[in-house]
């Protein structure tokens, strides 16, 4: 992840999941701050939470198996998420967690 804060449009941002590149957008491009990192509350979502979900999606599972991990999404929320979830690598989801509490991110902005 980059450090710095070049001028725009050179900008990228990563998390979990999802890159951001200003460079494919035209005009003011907003960034929503992390919500933990050194000195900030601890990521909301429990690790337990990611690792048992995706452990459960490679054995194989159905969406209502996933209501345990996801009860208050949707059907069909919980029949995407157990239909794609085992194509995601743990070790990568684990490196990105991680990070979300020892990386200092947008703090090095101006």
């Known amino acids: 992840m980059n450090r710095t804060c070049p001028s725009p449009p050179g900008f990228s941002w990563e998390r979990i999941g ?10 003011l491009v907003l960034l929503d701050p992390p919500v933990s990192g050194p000195g ?18 490679q054995r194989g599972c159905s969406g209502e198996d996933m209501k ?18 085992h ?15 020892t990386k200092i991110s947008i703090s090095t902005c101006p």
């Not at 999802?18 to 005009?27: E, K, M, T, Y």
């Not at 690790?47 to 999606?57: I, T």
């Not at 345990?68 to 979830?85: G, I, K, V």
């Open 87 to 101: 194509t995601c690598q743990l070790d990568a989801i684990r490196t990105a967690y991680d990070g979300f509490h």
């Open 40 to 57: 900030r509350r601890a990521y909301p979502s429990a690790w337990n939470w990611y690792e048992g979900s995706l452990l459960m999606a």
């Open 18 to 27: 999802a890159r951001i590149d200003p460079a494919a957008f035209s005009g």
């Open 68 to 85: 345990a991990f996801c009860p208050a999404w949707t059907d069909e929320q919980n029949s995407l998420r157990a239909e794609w979830l």
